[in-house]
């Protein structure tokens, strides 16, 4: 622990000093991953992955994990009902299988990008809570079960709990009760018995109420005898903001509970426009985040939420920020691409 610390704060000192200790600068993200025991991922654009060959290109030589960005939400895969749409999924699954890539799912049960038909037939009374769970169970299991054996690890639930550490009021919530998330695994489980699931959500780097209460809920769910296997932290960071400090400590402490923990959507956005100085504030949230999972054995996966300016949520969904990928636009490696290179081999494990 304290000598990853020295050796962050060497890189950070001397930027610009390739920092690999054993032996050579890793080529690409890979190759850093494979040096240093875990999997680097990245979300994926469908559309990009079809229509742009160096976005295909760079996705499958950087990154040995990767999650649909969006193919494999609810609305994505069953926009009608009883009318499953599974093209784009297969397409990341497909791609990922050729290139040696491990695959998340993301995510079975969550209140964003519901279809319309499910959030409309609730909102007039026409699908009813037995029902709805119901749809839900079969929802899960056809999901789950489409990729049985494909799928390293799911998001079950997404973004279970508010930043005040209340559980969302979401449609789930509301009709089933609290009990959907236990079901939710159970039915995941049933499905495909060698997935790894995970709970996901945003903010868990820092909000003390919000990891407190998802901290009591796992604790719940083991003590319930329910398969979950994960935490997953969204980790989606602005340089405005300071750095999440305690991240790492944070990370043990649902280690400490039995889980593995990723970081499943890493980004790092800024207030535009980008500047020099800005640039290297991102290159060292990205190099801690990495440096924070390292030093957590149970941390077994970092993935980015899309790996290209070209190709990010952050512009249409924060208002003047953006920039927040470790490639520019024509995917060239920005200072944070080279900083996580330049951290080299800094696990033992
Ligand atoms: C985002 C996608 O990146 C966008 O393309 C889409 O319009 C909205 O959803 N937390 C999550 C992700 O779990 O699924 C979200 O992805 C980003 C926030």
């Not at 032996?23 to 494979?34: E, I, K, S």
């Not at 800024?270 to 949230?285: D, F, G, I, N, S």
């Amino acid at each position: 622990m304290r000598a990853l610390a020295l050796a962050l704060v060497l890189l950070l000192a001397l930027p610009g000093t390739a920092y690999a200790q054993g032996g050579h600068d890793p080529r690409d993200l890979r190759d850093l991953a494979r040096k240093n025991g875990i999997r680097i991922g990245s979300a994926v654009d469908v559309a990009a992955l079809r229509a742009e060959p160096d976005y295909r290109a760079a996705l499958n030589r950087e990154f040995d994990h990767v999650t649909a960005e969006n193919a494999m939400k609810w609305e994505s895969v069953e926009p009608e009902r009883g009318v499953h749409t599974w093209d784009d999924a297969d397409a990341v699954v497909r791609n990922a299988r050729r290139h040696g890539q491990k695959v998340r799912g993301h995510t079975l049960v969550w209140h964003n990008q519901l279809p319309a038909w499910l959030t409309a037939g609730v909102e007039d009374g026409s699908i009813g809570a037995a029902e709805l769970r119901e749809i839900l169970r079969e929802h899960v299991t056809a999901q789950v079960r489409r990729y049985r054996g494909q799928i390293r690890a799911w998001d079950v639930v997404n973004e279970a709990f508010e930043d005040d550490g209340t559980m969302r009021q979401s449609i789930w919530l509301k009709h089933l009760g609290p009990g959907y998330i236990a079901d939710a695994f159970r039915w995941a489980h049933r499905a495909d018995p060698h997935a790894r699931l995970y709970l996901n959500d945003y903010n868990l780097e820092w909000s003390v109420p919000k990891i407190e209460a998802t901290l009591a809920l796992v604790k719940e769910l083991k003590a319930q005898r329910v398969p979950i296997h994960g935490m997953g932290f969204q980790g989606h960071l602005g340089i405005q903001y300071g750095y999440p400090g305690d991240w790492a400590n944070v990370m043990g402490r649902f280690a400490e509970l039995g889980l593995e923990i990723a970081i499943t959507e890493l980004d790092v956005r800024m207030e535009l426009p980008v500047t020099a100085e800005k640039l290297a504030t991102q290159a060292e949230y990205y190099t801690r985040a990495l440096t924070d999972c390292l030093s957590v054995r149970a941390c077994e996966e970092v993935t980015v939420w899309g790996f290209t300016d070209r190709h990010s949520w952050v512009p249409e969904w924060f208002d003047g920020e953006g920039a927040p990928c470790l490639m520019d636009e024509s995917l060239a490696g920005k200072p944070a691409y080279d900083a996580l290179l330049a951290l080299g081999k800094v696990s033992g494990r």
